[in-house]
């Protein structure tokens, strides 16, 4: 057997090995689509917070674009999860409840000073709860 053959042989054993079943594989795009219309933003809302285009995002999100890691870190930042999070099944069940994780994102674009007055509303409107449930 030639060095060709041997190589074509090699070559052919290598696909057959490397056939993966697609249902068992992580899908980056339906996670990110699901991830982002479960939380009710926009692809240029996360393209924004991720730094990163809105149509970098739309490919990414179609599968026709592979991110890099760090994109993908930059990505779950914006969605205010963990890169473990991400890969995890049950991203949103893991973390906070879906209307803390709306609330969270939403601070991610505040000033320190918006964060502490949206605190100070917070918590006038929890007095007055607790005051409502005490009469």
């Not at 990163?52 to 990505?75: A, D, F, M, S």
């Not at 991203?91 to 674009?109: A, C, F, P, R």
Request: aromatic residues 8%; hydrophobic residues 35%; negative net charge.
């Amino acid at each position: 057997m030639d060095n060709y053959s041997i190589l074509s042989h090699f070559c052919q054993y290598d696909k057959i090995t490397m056939v993966i079943n697609m249902d068992n594989n992580f899908n980056i795009g339906n996670k990110l689509l699901n991830l982002r219309t479960t939380l009710e933003l926009s692809q240029e809302q996360v393209a924004l917070r991720a730094g990163i285009t809105t149509t970098y995002y739309g490919q990414i999100e179609r599968n026709l674009k592979n991110p890099t890691i760090h994109v993908i870190e930059e990505i779950c930042s914006a969605f205010n999860i963990t890169l473990e999070d991400f890969f995890h099944t049950d991203t949103l069940e893991k973390s906070h409840d879906l209307i803390t994780e709306k609330i969270l994102l939403q601070l991610q674009t505040c000033t320190e000073a918006e964060k502490n007055t949206i605190y100070k509303i917070i918590y006038q409107i929890q007095l007055l709860q607790n005051n409502n449930k005490s009469e």
